[in-house]
């Protein structure tokens, strides 16, 4: 894992990290499954800020909930019905 910010910082760092990343190795702390470190960083900050979670819900009834369409055709109903 990545030891501090500060070599987030240094490019040369940021380099190895990144191509650390990119063979698979987890170098940002959250950053779990993250192709590249850039993409860690997204992740990580995503998680960090509490991310929507659906473990107690199906996307299903979440879509429903929040009024997401899930069948295609529905979706093109509901756009152009706001158009």
Not at 16 to 28: F, H, P, S
Not at 34 to 52: T, V, W
Not at 65 to 83: M, T, V
Request: proline share 5%.
């Amino acid at each position: 894992m990545a030891s501090s910010t500060q070599d987030l910082k240094d490019p040369q760092k940021r380099a190895e990290l990144d191509e650390r990343a990119r063979k698979g190795e987890t170098v940002i702390p959250g950053g779990t499954r993250g192709k590249s470190l850039e993409a860690q960083e997204h992740l990580a900050e995503g998680r960090r800020k509490g991310g929507l979670s659906t473990t107690d819900k199906s996307g299903e009834e979440r879509a429903s909930e929040e009024g997401i369409p899930l069948n295609p055709l529905e979706a093109k109903e509901k756009q152009e019905g706001r158009r």
